[in-house]
Structure formats: C-alpha cells, structure tokens
C-alpha cells in the first residue's frame, strides 16, 4: 500500500495518469479489505457486524496499523493537489477574513479583494460566486494562513510572496517562477496539515467508539487504511475531515451518556459542513429539549461572527440550485421532473422524510447517524469522491457490501477530467455512472431481500 502512495506522489499532475491511479487504487483498496477479512472474524452482511467476543488484540497490532496509517499521510502530505483545487479557495478565504473582509459577501473576483490576489488566485475555482463553506470551516482556513506565515518566517526565502499588482506582472511572474511555485507550496501544505490534523483526531475518536461498542479496535483498518480517505485528506486537503471529527465526537460523547457534551459536537459538526442539522428530527422526537436548546444557541452563536444574515447562503443558495454531479438516485428525480429545481426539491423533501421517519424509529443515534449520511449520498444531487468519505467511518461498524462496493467504484467519478480535458463537458459519461452505480444498488436490493424483514 505504501509502494502505492508513493508512486502517487511521484507521478505528480494525476489527471494525465488515470489508468494508473485507477489500478493503484483498485490494488491497495483490495489488500485493505483482505487485511480486514484476514484479520478479523467478522461477519458481514445485511448492514450489520457480529464479533467474537473471545477475540484479542495486541498492543502491537495496534501501533502498527497507526503506524502505517500516518505513513500512508505523510507520503502524500507535501504534494500539489491534482484531482481538486478547493485547497486554493481555502486559503484565500482564510486571507481574505484577515484583511477584514466576508467571504460571504465578497467572492475571489470582486474588485475590492484585488489587493490580495496572489500566486494561487488563478487556480481558485468558481471565483465569481461567494464561499459555500459555514463559520467552523472559516476560521479554520484562517488558522491554515497562519501556519503558512509561520512556514515563511521560518524559511526566510518564502517571506514575500508575489501579491496585488506585481502578480498581475507577466515579468515578475518569470523572474519570481521559484518563488510562485515555493509559494502554491507553503499554501496547500499549510491547509492540508490543518484538516490532515482532524483527520488524524477521527482515527483516534473512532477507536474509542469501537471499544465503546465492544467491537475489535482492528475495524479501524477500513477507515485508518482506506485509500479514498488518504488521497482526499492528505491528497487533496478537503475539508470534510473537520466535520466528520466533531459528529464523531458528538456520537462518542452520546455513547457515554454525556448528552450536552455530544449537542456541542453536534452543532459544531453543522457549522463545519451543515449535514448533522438531519439529527434535529432525532432531538424533536425524543423529547430532546435542552439538548435541542443548546444546539441551536451554539450554532447561533457560531454564525453571529459572520454577521448571521442572509449574505451568508448566497454562496450556499448558489451551490444548491446549479451544483449537480454524479448522483444516482436523483438522475431518475430529474429525467422526470420537468425542471430541474424541481427534482432538488424533491430529493431535499425526500431527505427530509427520512431524516423524521428515521428520527421517530430510531433509538441507537450512531445507526441513525449511519441511516442518514447513506440517505444523503443515495439521494444527493452532487456526489464527489471527498463526500462519500462521510460514510467511512460508519463503516467501522456497518460494513454494507453495497457500501464497500462503493467505496471502491466512487473513483470512476475523477474520469470527468478526462472529458473535460477533450470536451470542455464537466459531467461525467452516463456508462461510467452505470458502472459506479450498478452493483452498489445491486447488492442494497439484495441485501434487503436477504434479510427481510429485519432489513431497514
């Protein structure tokens, strides 16, 4: 698996190298899963997970799947993004509320931020529309530009990166070419590092879950091993892992009977990435008051920063109503809708259904949590690779076939840049869709009817 991130790491822009990437993928996420199997006495099947209860594991066992886990980080940890560019609206952002001003307000391309255009302007995706991201998310791209300016006081020829004017400038650009390179550097390192941070906490957080349940700490391996999670963390630097952490805390915390303390983390789960706002149904039903109470005075108190107006869904608002991506479910939604917000509409009313339904049914919180992030990618009008990572952790303890299948076919999804490099078409071929899709809902139908009616 190690031979596998390096070789990433070599190979440098992936777009020009997808058969490649697609074979090392496909190789470490098969010895993953044999790892598992090889190692564990699980039982998979019908979404559920039964252990032996005589099962021991050693101290050593685990310093070695941590051990290789940081590994696996570390390898990819200094290389440019190739698959992505949100890294480089991360740091700007995180730039631009230093200088004062609201990313939900102003987006890249405003004239008032020319000011702060630097070498990673030209790669900031989308720079006509505002941020998408919530107010945790921010001030943790915030962090993320301190850590660079810590790198560049500590390296003395990365301290004047190319800003404003002389950026615009074709021959500063030539002259300072080292400089804009060391610059893009220090950017996505110091971005990475910060959610690379979060992601190490959820390993962590995860195996106290784990033994919570009384399951084997070696389930670990398909969240810690897991070749999607490592190249759209320490690859990419997305956000995601900020969000997952503090659900993951906040189901910890519920586990053991720490109710106010698991709310804190809930709320900030939702002022990470917003998803965990589809336990309120939970809250309402349960009779769940005070801990309903708090949450919302948490979040509000999280929005009041970035002035809590509607600036702040511009971004968002945008997102919803022109985003669409790789979704599978909501592809029917929208060849039988007659307009195309009206199949959003629908998945979100449809989403919302199941949050209540589920609310209502439902007493173990992390099974529900699971339900829901399922519901969410199943029924999602965009569904990138990074998304799906919600659902890894899950799997710790869930591990669906139809799940795992998934997790191995979502990487078809990057073949976009293939299309797009010929077509100018960002939208993925709809074979290739068929082949991510169909033995994912496969094994769900056949799993359901393998277990009916105990089957969810």
């Known amino acids: ?125 989308h720079n006509a529309v505002p941020t998408i991201y919530p107010p945790l998310t921010q001030i943790s791209f915030r962090v993320g530009t301190y850590l660079a300016d810590g790198i ?31 610059g893009l550097a220090v950017a996505v390192l110091s971005q990475k590092a910060v959610f690379l941070f979060f992601d190490a906490l959820t390993i962590y957080v995860l195996l106290a879950l784990l033994r919570q349940r009384g399951i084997p700490e070696k389930n670990i391996l398909l969240y810690a091993w897991n070749p999607l999670v490592v190249i759209e963390f320490s690859g990419s630097g997305h956000n995601d892992s900020l969000g997952i952490f503090y659900l993951l805390v906040g189901l910890l915390c519920w586990e053991r009977g720490k109710s106010i303390w698991a709310t804190f983390g809930f709320a900030a789960s939702f002022l990470s990435k917003y998803l965990s706002v589809l336990l309120v149904p ?11 109470g708090i949450w919302a005075l948490f979040v509000m108190a999280g929005l009041v920063p970035f002035c809590f107006c509607w600036m702040m869904v511009h971004g968002a608002t945008h997102y919803a109503a022109r985003w669409q991506f790789n979704g599978s479910f909501y592809v029917i939604l929208d060849k039988l809708s007659p307009k195309p917000e009206w199949a959003k509409w629908t998945a979100a009313a449809m989403l919302g ?12 919180i992390l099974r529900l949590s699971y339900l829901l992030v399922s519901a969410s990618l199943l029924l999602a009008p965009t569904v990138h690779p990074w998304y799906f990572v919600w659902i890894i952790p899950f799997l710790c303890f869930y591990p669906h076939p139809a799940f795992l299948v998934w997790n191995l076919t979502i990487i078809l999804s990057y073949t976009v840049w293939r299309r797009y490099s010929h077509d100018a078409v960002w939208d993925l071929h709809p074979g290739i869709q068929i082949l991510e899709y169909l033995p994912v809902y496969t094994l769900l139908i056949h799993e359901h009817f393998r277990h009916h009616p105990r089957a969810e």
């Open 282 to 292: 939970f809250f309402l039903w349960k009779k769940k008051w005070k801990e309903l």
């Open 353 to 364: 259904i199941v949050a209540a339904a589920l609310g209502r049914s439902q007493k173990d």
């Open 152 to 182: 560049r006081y500590t390296i003395p020829h990365l301290a004047s990166p190319l800003k404003g004017e002389e950026f615009s400038n074709p021959l500063a650009l030539q002259r300072e070419r080292v400089g804009v390179r060391d």
């Open 1 to 125: 698996m190690e031979a596998g991130f390096l070789t990433l790491a070599f190979l440098g822009d992936l777009r020009y190298h997808l058969p490649i990437f697609f074979a090392i993928y496909a190789a470490q996420f098969g010895l993953m899963i044999w790892v598992y199997r090889m190692s564990s006495s699980a039982v998979v099947g019908g979404g559920s997970i039964m252990m032996d209860p005589r099962q021991s594991h050693s101290g050593m066992t685990k310093i070695v799947i941590i051990g290789f886990a940081i590994l696996f980080r570390l390898t990819l940890l200094p290389t440019i993004p190739s698959l992505s560019d949100d890294i480089y609206r991360y740091n700007w952002e995180g730039r631009v509320q230093r200088a004062g001003w609201s990313p939900y307000e102003f987006p890249p391309s405003a004239p008032e931020l020319t000011f702060l255009r630097d070498e990673t302007y030209p790669l900031i995706n």
